[in-house]
Nanobody, 127 residues
Framework: QVQLVESGGGSVQAGDSLRLSCAASRRTISWYTMGWFRQAPGMEREFVAGISWSASGGYYADSVKGRFTISRDHGKPMVYLQMNSLRPDDTAVYYC????????????????????WGQGTQVTVSS
């Protein structure tokens, strides 16, 4: 069992930046594929960014490409999402997710691809 706890959400203005953090209860997440998803009111949960255990680079939804960066710290059981140039349509609850096994070259972009989820952190961007 893996517990994930997100932090770093808040209310900001359009154009601002936020850094979300995801802390895991087990150091073995260093070998897991990790992802960030978000869900706006009345919408489906959508993929935002993912990173493999090899951390060779992240992959992103088109809507955030060039603005968001996912990273991980292999020295700590942590994953981050740096969000720049935030827009009002980025407003959502953001969730950290973990997949306990995977192929580094495969892009896991579906919610069903992940086994463990955090409780979410709210991000609100006003214009």
């Amino acid at each position: 069992q893996v517990q994930l706890v997100e932090s770093g959400g808040g209310s900001v203005q359009a154009g601002d930046s936020l850094r979300l953090s995801c802390a895991a209860s087990r150091r073995t997440i260093s070998w897991y594929t990790m992802g960030w998803f978000r869900q706006a009111p009345g919408m489906e949960r959508e993929f935002v960014a993912g990173i493999s255990w090899s951390a060779s680079g992240g992959y992103y939804a088109d809507s955030v490409k060039g603005r968001f960066t996912i990273s991980r710290d292999h020295g700590k059981p942590m994953v981050y999402l740096q969000m720049n140039s935030l827009r009002p349509d980025d407003t959502a609850v953001y969730y950290c997710a973990a997949r306990t096994w995977g192929v580094a070259a495969v892009l896991y972009m579906g919610a069903a691809d992940y086994e463990y989820w955090g409780q979410g952190t709210q991000v609100t961007v006003s214009s």
